[in-house]
């Protein structure tokens, strides 16, 4: 039995001895992706392809901790049901045996081509990487061909994250990268082939304007265009907050600009964070064949209390965003779930008009674990308007301080702890709440805030309160599995 063979056996072997257990969590999800055992973090190799939408990611069966990763694989045909697919990636080779690191997919000659990260460390610890190659003619079943680049001069072995595209006819890679001088930077290559390539330089970071000392390690790069505009979507790591911005351990964001594909350069503006709240990192994005860009997002972020989820207690841990379309409006990127995601509501909505005036409240039949809200004409006149799902989360407006905050119960000591941004105006609200993790989208995807919270598990109230007169109106939907056979 190859190497390859025994990891996959003892990986299907985790995940029937964890079956029960697994999905006995009050806290298991019902419309987002989750790993069957163990855990799962960045999303790797999203691509639409022979009809159907493939999303691997990045997952460690045999313990709720990182390690020498794997690539998980779901595929579905609509971006609502899925069906977890075989494995795609073991780290069976010596080049990945410390771990098959993300990467992405792209469509060429009929097959489909994963480049990914080779992570390999020595006993005392000291990284090689490799960028490598797979490819498959039926999207399940892939062949390795081995690295096709090695570590470029000017760069320390944290040089990982390779997101392929093919533009003007040449085929472009970014890569996520430290410089020598401990500099968070995205490598940029160039291919005619997808097998040769071309060093051309660093597209970002390093220490240099615009960005200057911006962290010590851009991860999972993504370049591509909206609107003819061109954007580059990376997580740097090593920011310091600066007052609502950079809050967590690691960001993600976005900078926009112009890139030149003959000459690799590419000119931009400042950072911008992508999503405001707890939980959300490592985006990657895809074009699907209705030119849609699409991203997913893993539902946490490196070294932020992971091993104090409470879901390690039932074996399984972490999981992606919802699909979510980009757009490009006045030079901002905006988020919006797919529309797909319509066909998850069960029945008719529930819909209230509701006037609240120093008052606290529940509406009729205005509950549930899996539901999806909508506020519209929206009226803060003064004062403050708030939502409280499930006794361990809040959504908070004041209209004084034009102040958009989202509280939830720490899951590490009990304590309440938030994240927040500038709002100069509340219009809407789109919040998606599964039994363990919320995701709010603002005025038609203005700003967007993704955590997990932890409820009691038998607390399936939503409370609506306000300090002065606030008026909307609300739909509400229960909402469906996503996982098929």
């Known amino acids: 039995m190859s190497r390859d063979q025994q990891l996959r056996r003892k990986a299907y072997e985790e995940i029937e001895l964890n079956k029960d257990i697994v999905e006995q969590d009050p806290y298991r999800l019902k419309y987002h992706l989750m790993p069957p055992v163990g855990l799962l973090n960045d999303p790797n190799g999203f691509i639409q392809w022979d009809g159907n939408y493939h999303l691997f990611y990045q997952w460690m069966p045999f313990k709720t901790g990182h390690g020498a990763k794997f690539w998980g694989h779901y595929v579905s045909k609509d971006l609502v049901t899925w069906k977890h697919e075989e494995i795609a990636l073991t780290p069976s080779e010596w080049f990945e045996k410390n771990g098959c690191y993300s990467g992405?997919?792209?469509?060429?000659?009929?097959?489909?081509?994963?480049?990914?990260?080779?992570?390999?460390?020595?006993?005392?610890?000291?990284?090689?990487?490799?960028?490598?190659?797979?490819?498959?003619?039926?999207?399940?079943?892939?062949?390795?061909?081995?690295?096709?680049?090695?570590?470029?001069?000017?760069?320390?072995?944290?040089?990982?994250?390779?997101k392929v595209w093919e533009q003007d006819g040449r085929y472009f890679m970014v890569v996520g990268a430290q410089t020598s001088d401990l500099k968070g930077a995205v490598a940029l290559f160039a291919s005619e082939d997808l097998i040769d390539w071309e060093h051309l330089g660093m597209l970002a970071g390093g220490g240099k304007p615009p960005l200057n000392d911006f962290g010590y390690m851009f991860e999972c790069p993504d370049l591509f265009s909206l609107d003819e505009t061109d954007v580059l979507v990376f997580s740097p790591q090593g920011l310091k907050p600066e007052g609502m911005e950079y809050q967590n351990v690691y960001q993600s964001g976005y900078v926009i600009g112009t890139f030149e594909p003959v000459s690799g350069v590419f000119m931009h503006g400042e950072f911008e964070e992508l999503d405001r709240g707890f939980d959300f990192y490592a985006p990657q994005t895809t074009e699907d064949e209705q030119g849609r860009r699409i991203l997913f997002a893993w539902m946490s972020v490196p070294d932020q209390n992971e091993q104090d989820h409470p879901t390690i207690g039932h074996k399984w841990l972490h999981n992606m965003t919802i699909p979510r379309e980009l757009r490009l409006t006045g030079g901002k990127v905006v988020q919006l779930p797919v529309q797909e995601l319509e066909s998850l509501r069960l029945g008719e909505a529930i819909e209230h008009k509701v006037v609240l005036n120093y008052e606290n409240v529940k509406l009729k039949e205005v509950s549930g674990k899996a539901v999806e809200l909508l506020l519209d004409n929206i009226q803060v006149s003064e004062g403050w308007f708030s939502i409280t799902i499930g006794g361990a989360a809040r959504i908070v407006y004041s209209k004084k301080q034009n102040l958009f905050s989202l509280e939830r119960k720490s899951y590490v000591d009990g304590t309440v702890e938030k994240r927040q941004c500038y709002l100069d105006d509340l219009n809407s609200l789109r919040i998606f709440i599964d039994t363990s993790s919320i995701e709010v989208f603002i005025n038609n995807g203005e700003e967007t805030f993704t955590a997990r919270f932890y409820p009691v598990p038998d607390d399936e109230s939503i409370q609506f309160e306000s300090l002065r007169n606030t008026s909307f109106n609300i739909k509400k939907w229960n909402l469906g599995n996503i996982i098929g056979e």
Do not use: W
């Open 104 to 162: 992405s997919a792209i469509g060429h000659n009929d097959e489909l081509h994963l480049f990914y990260t080779g992570n390999v460390k020595d006993k005392e610890g000291n990284r090689e990487t490799y960028q490598c190659l797979a490819v498959s003619g039926d999207g399940v079943n892939f062949d390795k061909k081995g690295p096709v680049i090695e570590l470029p001069v000017g760069y320390t072995s944290h040089f990982r994250d390779p």
